[in-house]
């Protein structure tokens, strides 16, 4: 970490963990002062179990991005019983997280296998960001225990904006300080990332407020927990599925590369490379996810070509270019009975396709063609212009985007060669390697993740 990082990280640590101190001093003089000592003790263990839970049980969507149930408990305990004693449990609480790492490994990460600066710091800054936010709450006129409707409704919508913004800024600030990340857009990306579950998770963290400030409610926010724990689990089910069907259809791939070692890496640099360009033209997630699954599986059909042709280190004889060309048909004929969105068979057989009705197999073009088709194949010939194949040497990738534009209108779609530019100009379509011992080193960590899962277990 460099000097200036670490001197902000120090800092912020000691800023924050004074303010967690300073409020826990607050909450125990006025506990001692409650008129219901006994009451006002229950509610505490049960929030502070209740944060506990939440943060030690984040869903992984990715092994970069995960669901983060904190919010719920940070927001119950604004509403319930405001900033000082949230704060207070946020500080206590960190001491005592265990959260299991994404991956097959499961790996528990506590404070005892963590950095301490790291720990100090992530505490510090969850203190600042929702001791801040608890008190915009009741600056924009959020009372402390009272959640009546309507009154609750803004001083808790304008809440949830200044914690997640806090908690960002203060993380990315280190990035930027330490690594020269940008910082506005890095706290925007953040923002529209986390911003829908934290909005999602809001009237749950309502709901277990208004429990606890009912009369035996206590035991209501119990019962509460156990059927939204019961939906995480499931959830956390289906996100781990849909994570091994991935890395099913990479296997698929792998073993085509195994047949073909020109080929090593193409599909998973196609999917990245399409996967910006999507992203660039604004697509919606769902078509981002399409488009990468048919950039994974878009040549699977070079199973059934025979290897005289595809490592022929000349030119393609007439009758060779045919057979090569049933690669897109033969694709779609080994996918056939997987359950893939129909979207994802039209970019697999016509991603050879031209704009200008001159590809193959079916001679379409124009808008007779989804634009996801026209995006991979943008990406599939980056990929092979810039790659070194049994035929030609691998090309620079400014050479590349010289061919892509001059083809714009006829082999490519002028909206996505107008995206791709875009993204060249910005940096995004810099070439993707992986050198061989890496990619078999991969092939054997999702091989083994694959089998080892238990949904495939006799």
């Given at each position: ?411 490519f779609h002028p909206k996505v060669v107008d995206a791709f530019v875009r993204a ?35």
């Open positions: 970490m460099k000097p200036i990082a670490k001197a902000y990280a120090v800092t912020v640590s000691i800023i924050g963990i004074c303010l967690g101190l300073y409020c826990t001093h607050i909450t125990f003089l006025n506990l001692a002062r409650s008129s219901n000592l006994t009451k006002e003790i229950v509610q505490l263990v049960i929030l502070f179990l209740l944060s506990l839970l939440c943060r030690c049980l984040p869903i992984y969507i990715r092994e970069d991005y995960a669901i983060d149930m904190a919010f719920i408990s940070y927001f119950t305990m604004i509403l319930c019983k405001g900033p000082y004693i949230a704060t207070a449990i946020v500080l206590i609480g960190s001491a005592f997280v265990v959260v299991p790492t994404p991956g097959p490994q499961k790996k528990l990460k506590h404070i005892f296998n963590t950095a301490p600066i790291k720990t100090a710091f992530n505490t510090a800054n969850f203190c600042i960001s929702v001791f801040l936010g608890g008190k915009i709450f009741i600056l924009c006129g959020g009372i402390v225990g009272d959640i009546s409707f309507p009154g609750i409704l803004l001083p808790s919508a304008i809440m949830i904006l200044p914690i997640l913004t806090i908690n960002s800024f203060i993380l990315i600030l280190l990035f930027k300080l330490n690594i020269g990340i940008p910082l506005c857009r890095s706290v925007l990306k953040n923002l529209i990332d986390f911003l829908p579950s934290v909005v999602a998770a809001a009237p749950i963290g309502y709901f277990i407020a208004k429990f606890l400030i009912m009369d035996g409610g206590e035991y209501m926010v119990i019962l509460f927990i156990l059927p939204l724990l019961l939906a995480r689990y499931s959830f956390t089910l289906y996100v781990d599925v849909k994570q091994n069907y991935y890395v099913m259809l990479k296997t698929l791939t792998y073993s085509l590369e195994a047949k073909d070692e020109y080929t090593r890496g193409h599909s998973e640099r196609v999917e990245e490379y399409a996967k910006k360009l999507a992203k660039e033209m604004r697509l919606s997630q769902t078509q981002i996810e399409n488009i990468s699954v048919a950039a994974l599986l878009h040549d699977i059909g070079k199973i059934g070509i025979d290897e005289s042709i595809l490592r022929k280190p000349a030119s393609l004889s007439p009758e060779e270019r045919l057979v090569i060309q049933k690669h897109p048909e033969i694709s779609v004929s080994i996918l056939k009975e997987v359950k893939l969105a129909p979207v994802v068979f039209d970019i697999i057989l016509h991603h050879h396709e031209r704009y200008d009705g001159r590809g193959y197999p079916s001679g379409k073009g124009g808008d007779e063609l989804p634009i996801e088709v026209y995006i991979l194949g943008v990406a599939d010939t980056y990929d092979a212009i810039t790659s070194t194949r049994p035929y030609s040497r691998g090309n620079s990738p400014e050479y590349a985007k010289q061919v892509i534009i001059e083809e714009k209108g006829k082999q060249y100009e910005k940096g995004n379509m810099q070439m993707a390697r992986r050198d061989d011992e890496e990619h078999e080193l991969l092939f054997i960590r999702l091989f083994e993740r694959f089998w080892k899962c238990s949904y495939f277990s006799d």
